[in-house]
T-cell receptor
């Protein structure tokens, strides 16, 4: 699976949009971009994923550049509860009999400032 | 709450003792994963089951570690002769075999070996 690069940490003011970048310049055509977050002392929480089109759900939006070499996770109105480590993961979808293990990096520690 | 439960949530043991952790996945999920997370790092893959079959083990899983998933339901992870280096958060995740699989994580078991 392709390697990802994320900033170590970021701050965002409460109520503003939090934009978390991820670089995945070696991504292959069959690799998806997944985002998880981990709030202190909890298990990782799935946020969103996409292949090449922008995606939106109730938690966030995912913007993937046209060349797919980078993406941005957007939390539209950050709250204090969004303080967490955010992981960008690129993975191949291997189908019914493949190990779909997730390869985590060290992520971005996002702190929401009151 | 993702629907994946782990027990116990915390475990303190002395070096050399055996410990066993349990994971109850989301009921219809046929895949189950174990990960380990040390302080400041992202989770690392340990092993994975499809139904009751253990299909892959990481090199991180030494001979002192064993995992089972009888009848393809709950899973146990046992560590024999614990060492201080085994201190970590042990995470379980489950998923359904579909295209664009999403893994849902439990809250983890935090192990401290004294």
């Amino acid at each position: 699976d392709a390697k990802t690069t994320q900033p170590t940490s970021m701050d965002c003011a409460e109520g503003r949009a939090a934009n978390l970048p991820c670089n995945h310049s070696t991504i292959s055509g069959n690799e998806y971009v997944y985002w998880y977050r981990q709030i202190h002392s909890q298990g990782p929480q799935y946020i969103i994923h996409g292949l090449k089109n922008n995606e939106t759900n109730e938690m966030a939006s995912l913007i993937i550049t046209e060349d797919r070499k980078s993406s941005t996770l957007i939390l539209p109105h950050a709250t204090l509860r969004d303080t967490a480590v955010y992981y960008c993961i690129v993975r191949v979808i291997r189908g019914s009999f493949g190990n779909e293990k997730l390869t985590f990096g060290t992520g971005t520690r996002l702190t929401i400032i009151p | 709450d993702t629907g994946v439960s782990q027990d116990p949530r915390h475990k303190i043991t002395k070096r050399g003792q055996n410990v066993t952790f349990r994971c109850d996945p989301i009921s219809e999920h046929n895949r189950l994963y174990w990960y380990r997370q040390t302080l400041g790092q992202g989770p690392e893959f340990l092993t994975y089951f499809q139904n009751e079959a253990q299909l892959e083990k990481s090199r991180l899983l030494s001979d002192r570690f064993s995992a089972e998933r009888p009848k393809g339901s709950f899973s146990t992870l046992e560590i024999q002769r614990t060492e201080q280096g085994d201190s970590a958060m042990y995470l379980c995740a489950s998923s359904l075999t579909v295209l664009q699989e999403t893994q849902y994580f439990g809250p983890g078991t935090r192990l401290l070996v004294l």
